[in-house]
């Protein structure tokens, strides 16, 4: 059962139930959607909320990254005062590398409570790494230009004291701003480690998260401390409207429940950061990946919450690859599309490709382009599982099916961003919609940019398969995802592309 399907909890007043008159008081009280006044005008409860912009927030990251750059371009001076075996233009290469070493550290992930004394071990390593790497560089491009032990160990030494010096000012100005303007927090989970967590945030103000409510879909009564609970999906759309929410504590990993996991997307789409704080101390996270160095709110254990795959560095190669392969492929392809086309045309009548929507990353929907395999006055259903074997598909159609030859126009969509090489099989919002409420972790697949192939494909799951076994390898897939698993996919796509199969995709 789905969270939405309690309709009791949404009487308004009068309701009864088990305990009677107190039903339509528990109502009335969830339905609060605030512990303070907003700062904007409440939205018309007659009108219907809007759903915002998504906004992408990179808190801190711009004066840690000037931070580090100043204290690299420090250095590097320094170092390069006449007399001096380093070049003058090493400054601006050396901030750009430092930048990138404590990218790789995760020295710029988001931090509820940051240290730049904790983060001076790593700082110091890079910045080791930094310089060693640069005197290779200068001996051997430089005659007679070896830099010594003691400039090196100077040079370290230098730089980590002002990458720390900065990072803490930085971190300093952060905390202040945070306690005059905190931001506005959802605390999600249930039970008791949830109101603990509501009440750490509400009574350490440097944090900067001042909680709105608990979104616990499970627990009919009030959270601890004034704090409303949020029992159904709907309310906690208009709590992360009307309050401007841009920050969800998770108590417990996401994944670990249905409809704790089905929040995750609509915090996305409305720009929250997703924190996972572990009351109890035990929670293994395993459809997110958790970032170092370690972060703590008050004692409780917490780390951002980064969909898989979180690596940028590769999330941009693997886009790069797919826009590149996706391109030169439709090159190569043409004179087999040219045919396909043709064939449909003189087959079926006019209306050779076929569009149909189709649901992509994080629930965004696209259009899907395909050679249109039924004949031109019929239309493929939305609500209709699969045409394979339709009395109504001519052998020109059919052929196109069984051999995937009709999936080629996809290669458009991979050079739009619409979709990727590799990843889960996009479905009509109609049986995403079903499955969702079917199937745990269907709605999951949805991490990922959806493909032309997959991790499910190459196991025979298309057509008329089963979609646990299909969203259980596409979970896998994401979880387990990386540049050489999406190759290898490829490489079995590739040797299996045009062998004939029964059913659609």
């Known amino acids: 059962m789905t969270m939405d399907s309690a309709p009791a909890r949404h009487t308004g007043q009068g309701g009864t139930g088990p ?54 371009v420090l250095t590097t001076t320094v170092l390069s005062a006449p007399g001096t075996a380093l070049p003058a233009g090493a400054a601006a290469p050396m901030a750009v590398l430092a930048a990138a070493l404590h990218a790789q550290a995760g020295l710029y992930r988001p931090r509820l409570a940051p240290s730049a004394l904790l983060e001076l071990p790593a700082v110091a390593g890079r910045a080791a790494v930094l310089w060693c790497a640069f005197a ?32 803490g000012f930085v971190n300093e100005l952060r905390r202040r701003a945070a306690r005059r303007r905190p931001a506005s927090a959802l605390v999600v989970g249930p039970g008791a480690g949830a109101s ?28 601890g401390g004034g704090v409303p609970v949020l029992a159904t999906h709907e309310d906690i759309r208009r709590a992360v409207i009307q309050n401007s929410v841009r920050h969800a504590v998770f108590t417990r990993p996401p994944e670990a429940d249905e409809r704790t996991a089905s929040l995750v997307r609509l915090f996305h789409d409305h720009g929250c ?20 160095p370690a972060d703590q709110l008050w004692g409780y254990a917490v780390q951002p919450l980064l969909p898989r795959p979180s690596r940028p560095v590769e999330r941009w190669v693997k886009r790069a690859i797919d826009g590149l392969l996706a391109a030169l492929a439709l090159i190569a392809a043409a004179p087999v599309m040219g045919v396909c086309a043709l064939a449909v045309r003189l087959s079926d009548g006019p209306g050779v490709i076929f569009r149909q929507e189709r649901v992509g990353l994080y629930g965004r929907p696209f259009t899907l382009l395909k050679f249109r395999t039924l004949r031109a006055d019929e239309h493929e259903s939305a609500t209709r599982w699969t045409v394979a074997g339709d009395n109504r598909m001519s052998p020109i159609g059919s052929f196109l099916r069984k051999s995937s030859l009709d999936e080629l126009p996809q290669l458009w969509n991979v050079v739009r961003g619409d979709m990727s090489l590799v990843g889960p099989r996009p479905e009509r919002p109609f049986f995403v919609a079903k499955f969702s409420t079917v199937h745990p972790g269907y709605e999951a697949r949805h991490r990922m940019p959806v493909g032309i192939t997959g991790l499910a494909q190459i196991n025979g799951l298309r057509g008329d398969t089963s979609i646990e076994d299909r969203a259980r390898f596409d979970n896998h897939y994401i979880d387990t995802w990386s540049l050489w698993q999406d190759l290898w996919i490829l490489a079995r796509t590739a040797a299996s592309f045009f062998r004939f199969r029964l059913g659609g995709s």
């Open 19 to 72: 305990a009677g008159g107190t039903a339509g008081t528990a109502a009335v009280r969830r339905s609060v959607t605030a512990i303070h006044p907003p700062r904007r005008p409440r939205a018309d409860p007659a009108r219907p909320l809007a759903r915002p912009q998504r906004v992408r927030r990179r808190d801190g990251v711009l004066p840690l990254l000037t931070a580090d750059a100043l204290a690299a």
């Open 136 to 167: 290779t560089v200068v001996a051997a491009t430089v005659p007679g230009g070896a830099l010594g032990w003691s400039v090196l160990l100077g040079a370290v030494c230098l730089q980590t004291v002002l990458t720390c010096t900065g990072r």
């Open 196 to 223: 603990a967590v509501a009440a750490a945030l509400h009574g350490r103000p440097e944090y900067g998260l001042r909680p709105v409510g608990l979104a616990d879909t499970a627990s009919p009564e009030e959270g």
């Open 273 to 292: 950061r997703l924190w996972l704080a572990d009351p109890a101390g035990t929670a293994k996270v395993t459809g997110m990946r958790v970032a170092q």
